[in-house]
């Protein structure tokens, strides 16, 4: 448990780094290298990010295989076969990564050939060959990770990516005050991720031994492992979907500079998705652990609070301060042209705060190797999404497209918890009730005390504070006073009296 708390830590800290850092570092491209040279961009990462469905999860099933077996020495060989085996996996699959960036790389044009210019398609042709290697990378180093976290190793990887942050922010800002080109973001970002890649690589092999060659594959090993990767293919594919095909449409649909408009709001809610997903690496050796020992049922639900409650406290307190000073925020960042991002990412996240809160229980569909069974369902809602995607751009434009996917994780919320509930034996009303229980009232009370302040106070940048600071202090005594649990109580008396002993 210390090691997932050290872990949770880094990783939350992460986050709150890469968003303040993503937040500042996008607005500052966007004010020097422009709005449309921004859409190009996101234009580029939207179709390159296609590519990533064949990455088939092999960073979930190394970490998901380690992790059901003893690293102690006693299992040597099985170790070695799976870490032999999905490698093997991800060199095939890099090789057909590569082939199919040839292919996008030779349909940029024709695809784009209404929506942007001649000029704008060479530009674009180069930032897919950084994009796509910055990929490629990217997928190598996820294999490695997942070494990482089946040897229930937290810190090396969040470490690194939190040099990477700082240096990618650093070097990005340098460069573009030097010589304003929208290059240097994907070739800062292609060459960080080869060094990141390199270092992870040699860690995995240096230290901890990993037998990184196609000398141990296993057959059985490979049939064991197929089910969850074409299970993460599908969730690929609903993730890519739903994260990318409304940038995809609107830049096909629109312009560039809808597309960057929309592009902000995608940041907004992929960066609030990416919080409920931290808590699910970390607990997955934990989860298998208490698995193999017979937790089940009732069991496991009680077990799976603790990670549910610290999704929904995050999470909950994200999406209601995005609701109460999100566009000001927008605004004051990005400017006035790009405040309506904030309605887009609010419809989303709306649906996604309950959607993403229990992420944790796919840690028990890997072991039970029935993560195909969830990729299912969110095929159903994605085919939903584009489907409706499409015809909503066409008659309220971005509006539309925000909607329709909003609805669409409504969708996928029903029918997952309803299979938890029914064939994994989870007490999903249970977990709902303890998770947001002491919350989700403060929060409500919070908001509707702190909102409304926007229409008193005239200046745009003393609603942000004030509203902002009105928010906090009236959730957080509230949850103090009323919404903590006990453990939750001992938790912040500890916190209070280490601070108070160290300013003593």
């Known amino acids: 448990m210390k090691r997932i708390n050290k872990g949770l830590s880094l990783s939350y800290v992460y986050f709150v780094l890469n968003t303040v850092l993503t937040i500042v570092v996008s607005a500052f491209i966007v004010r020097i290298i422009g709005k449309t040279d921004y ?26 295989n380690l ?10 060989e099985q170790v070695n076969k799976n870490v032999s085996t999905v490698w093997s996996l991800t060199i095939i699959l890099s090789a057909f990564i ?7 790389y030779l349909l940029i044009g024709d695809i784009y050939a209404n929506t942007l210019t001649a000029e704008q398609i060479i530009v674009a042709k180069r930032l897919f060959i950084f994009a796509a290697f910055n990929l490629l990378c990217t997928f190598l180093t996820q294999t490695l990770n997942g070494v ?36 240097a973001i994907v070739i800062i970002d292609a060459t960080l991720s080869f060094s990141v890649f390199l270092i992870t690589l040699l860690y995995c092999v240096i230290k901890l031994k990993s037998k990184l060659v196609f000398k141990y594959f296993d057959k059985g090993v490979f049939k064991f492992t197929m089910p969850l990767c074409f299970a993460m293919l599908l969730q690929t594919i609903v993730n890519s979907a739903n994260g990318n095909v409304d ?13 960057s408009v929309y592009a902000i709001s995608t940041m907004l809610f992929t960066t609030f998705s990416s919080v409920g997903c931290i808590p699910l690496s970390m607990y997955m050796p934990t989860i298998a652990d208490s698995m193999k020992k017979g937790a089940k049922g009732e069991e496991l639900s009680e077990y799976l609070v603790k990670p549910c409650r610290l999704n929904a406290f995050i999470l909950g307190v994200l ?9 000001q925020f927008l605004t004051i960042v990005y400017g006035a042209e790009f405040s309506e991002s904030w309605i887009y990412a609010i419809i989303i996240i709306a649906a996604l705060l309950f959607n993403e809160f229990n992420n944790v229980i796919i840690n028990v569909m890997d072991i039970l190797n029935k993560r195909q069974v969830r990729s299912f369902i969110l095929m159903i809602t994605t085919v939903f999404n584009i489907i409706g995607s499409i015809l909503a751009i066409k008659f309220w434009g971005m509006l539309g497209a925000a909607i329709v996917t909003g609805i669409s994780y409504v969708l996928q919320t029903v029918i997952l918890n309803i299979y938890y509930k029914k064939k994994l034996g989870i007490n999903v009303c249970k977990l709902f009730k303890e998770s947001f229980k002491g919350i989700f009232l403060c929060l409500i009370i919070a908001a509707a005390v702190s909102f409304p302040l926007r229409y008193v106070i005239g200046n745009l940048y003393a609603q942000f504070f004030v509203c902002g600071g009105v928010f906090c202090i009236v959730f957080f005594v509230l949850f103090v006073l009323f919404g903590a649990n006990k453990e939750e109580k001992m938790i912040l008396l500890r916190i209070k009296n280490k601070t108070l002993k160290k300013s003593g």
């Open 39 to 64: 859409g190009v961009y996101q234009t580029v990462t939207a179709f390159v990010s296609y590519l990533v469905l064949l990455e088939f999860g092999t960073g979930s099933a190394m970490s998901r």
């Open 67 to 76: 992790s059901l077996l003893k690293k102690d020495g006693t299992d040597t």
């Open 98 to 104: 590569i082939l199919f960036a040839v292919v996008f």
């Open 148 to 183: 990482l976290i089946g040897y229930e190793n937290y810190t090396f990887e969040k470490t690194l990516s939190l040099v990477k942050l700082l240096l990618r922010s650093a070097l990005i800002v340098v460069w573009l005050i030097i010589k304003p080109n929208i290059y």
């Open 247 to 259: 940038k995809f449409l609107i830049s096909v649909m629109l312009s560039p500079e809808a597309v």
């Open 319 to 327: 999406a209601f301060g995005i609701l109460v000073v999100g566009q």
